[in-house]
């Protein structure tokens, strides 16, 4: 399993961590989405690495911005 980290901007509520597990979610192969807005924090795991592009799109998507942390 793989396991990559990101930093989220501009979520402040537990609407936003679902808005953004559901985007992160619909990308092929993801296998789990833990999103917190209190830190800011988004952990993707899946079985075989993601492209960082697609996840930082379905994070957009969202209405958010993210960097690879």
Do not use: F, K
Not at 47 to 65: K, T
């Amino acid at each position: 399993m793989v396991s990559n980290e990101y930093q989220v901007t501009g979520m402040s509520c537990e609407h936003c961590e679902t808005s953004v597990r559901e985007e992160v979610g619909q990308i092929s192969g993801v296998q789990g989405v833990d999103v917190s807005a209190a830190t800011g924090r988004l952990v993707v795991t899946s079985a075989e690495p993601l492209d960082d592009a697609a996840v930082l799109a379905a994070v957009d998507e969202a209405g958010y911005s993210a960097v690879r942390a």
